[in-house]
């Protein structure tokens, strides 16, 4: 299992501490990783400035500091849109095929997806099959690249284990893998055992994060009380001191054959700020946690 860093920790999105794509390279080889997940898109990896200059930066960066880049993230929703006349399924395959060639060019071997939010606007089979559909061209323009394209459980379509295996058999392409996590089953009551060992097989990456669950209540001054309040609130704290159960899921991914990557993020506010030297601290602990409980 290699032990990957995830740039969109350091991207500045959530008001945290922003660093360039060269210097997160750094920052993760400093800290004792393996290998990065660069954000395919502004500040890191935007196919519109990586240009031929930038690309070798990011070449230079990576064999200065030992260091491999093994994901590039995509962001993409697959979803019917109300304007019919413009093809958003087109720029976003157009996308992903401009990472794809990014991606052979820094010696990438995955990209990750999103799959589609569901819509009012189109039943939820028109989704699916958009989905479906999108993702075997992404598949097939990025095998000229020899890379993989990975589907993380991420947006609504396929977000159940069942369900995104069903979502994986439909795209029907060798190159297409699962980007499978454990924060969106803890949240919606899977067993993080069962389904990791489930999905082990067909995973190529994994991605990290732990949170806390902070239950939510509305006054109600008319009764002098309180009424329960659905989701709960998350958020992030250090690895392996949250609700989620990475105990559980690291043993199963392992015991149904998972030998991919596995990657840390931080992908929301978390506990303590966004100063540079809190951010490093979860990162280096993330590699602490890892190092210590998985054989």
């Not at 082990?200 to 991605?207: C, K, L, S, Y």
């Not at 009764?223 to 159960?245: M, Q, S």
Request: proline share 4%; aromatic share 12%; net charge negative.
């Amino acid at each position: 299992m290699k032990l990957s860093l995830f740039s969109v920790s350091y991207a500045g999105y959530w008001g945290q501490d922003q660093l360039n794509v060269t210097e997160f390279i750094a920052k993760a080889a400093k800290l004792g990783y393996e290998a990065v997940m660069l954000a395919g898109k502004r500040p890191h990896l935007s196919p519109l400035d990586a240009n031929e200059e930038y690309v070798a930066a990011i070449r230079s960066a990576l064999s200065e500091n030992t260091i491999s880049c093994e994901v590039i993230a995509g962001y993409t929703d697959f979803s019917p849109l109300a304007a019919s006349e413009v093809p958003y399924l087109e720029m976003q395959i157009s996308y992903v095929a401009a990472l794809a060639k990014l991606a052979h060019l820094l010696g990438t071997r995955h990209i990750r997806v999103f799959t589609a939010y569901e819509s009012t606007l189109q039943s939820p089979l028109q989704v699916w099959q958009s989905v479906v559909h999108a993702i075997r061209e992404m598949c097939d323009r990025a095998a000229e690249y020899q890379v993989t394209v990975v589907v993380q459980n991420h947006h609504d379509v396929g977000v159940h284990s069942d369900a995104l295996l069903e979502v994986l058999n439909d795209i029907a392409r060798p190159n297409c893998k699962l980007g499978f996590d454990a924060w969106s089953p803890a949240l919606r009551g899977e067993d993080l055992y069962e389904c990791a060992k489930k999905m082990a097989p067909h995973t190529a990456i994994t991605t990290s994060a732990d949170y806390v669950r902070l239950p939510r209540y509305n006054y109600r001054p008319e009764f002098i009380n309180y009424e329960r309040a659905y989701p709960d609130l998350v958020r992030a704290v250090k690895f392996g001191t949250g609700f989620i159960d990475y105990s559980a899921f690291f043993r199963g991914l392992q015991e149904g054959g998972f030998t991919g990557i596995a990657n840390y993020e931080m992908c929301s506010p978390v506990r303590g700020g966004g100063a540079i030297e809190n951010l490093d601290a979860y990162a280096a602990h993330y590699l602490d946690w890892m190092r210590s409980n998985l054989k």
